[in-house]
């Protein structure tokens, strides 16, 4: 997965606290997106951004949100972590597709 | 109706036979890609289609535009194929990926 780099690998978190994962990318792409992925439901898309300084609502935005302040940085923030975002995170980046990042294991307690 | 139907669900084979995995699609698409999820592991991209046939050593995936089918090959299988492969579209005017639900190959020594 050259060229997406997500951080950190993995986190655990209490209840109610904040934390940013980070994506970068270095392939100029401009598209960039967030999912989670939960056993046995597959990837939802948390939100996406088509270009710097955009952002849009995907399948699952409640209870995160996003910036993308530069074309190679993608941030998904969580303001007051809940169990139910226990997951999987995915960030990915196109120009037409996906090349995704190795993933963000994070646990709620 | 899915956008993106994937058969099989499960597929096991023993080493060193010849894999096919399936992929339908419903909408007019732009780009069609093949994932590959090794268990407990990052998503991998294997091709990314418009048209044709592409090959990556033993793997070859095949699209057919008119009839909105792809297929993924894997000649001379083995354990190490093990993985979830996903099938994936971008539809035209869509700056979203809609993805299959995946299949589970399992290769047996």
């Known amino acids: 997965n050259a060229g997406v780099t997500q951080t950190p690998k993995f986190r655990v978190l209490k209840t109610g606290q904040s934390m940013t994962l980070l994506c970068a990318q270095d392939?100029?792409?401009?598209?960039m997106y967030w999912y989670r992925q939960d056993p046995g439901m597959g990837l939802r898309l948390i939100h996406y951004?088509?270009?710097?300084?955009?952002?849009a609502k995907g399948e699952v935005p409640d209870g995160y949100n996003v910036s993308r302040l530069k074309k190679q940085n993608f941030l998904l923030g969580l303001e007051s972590a809940a169990p139910s975002q226990t997951s999987v995170y995915f960030c990915?980046?196109?120009?037409?597709?996906?090349?995704f990042g190795s993933g963000t294991r994070l646990t709620v307690v | 109706k899915n956008e993106v139907e994937q058969s099989p669900q499960n597929l096991t084979a023993q080493e060193g036979e010849f894999i096919t995995i399936n992929c339908s699609y419903s909408v007019g698409i732009s780009a069609l890609h093949w994932l590959q999820q090794h268990p407990g592991g990052g998503i991998v991209s294997l091709f990314m289609?418009?048209?044709g046939k592409k090959k990556h050593g033993r793997l070859i995936a095949t699209i057919n535009i008119q009839e909105k089918h792809s297929s993924l090959h894997i000649t001379a299988s083995h354990p190490r194929d093990s993985a979830v492969y996903i099938c994936?579209?971008?539809?035209?005017?869509?700056?979203?990926?809609?993805f299959g639900t995946g299949t589970r190959l399992t290769i047996i020594p």
């Open positions: 994936a579209v971008m539809s035209f005017g869509n700056e979203k990926l809609t």
């Open positions: 289609l418009s048209s």
């Open positions: 990915a980046s196109t120009s037409q597709g996906g090349t």
């Open positions: 392939m100029n792409h401009e598209y």
């Open positions: 951004s088509v270009g710097e300084g955009t952002t």
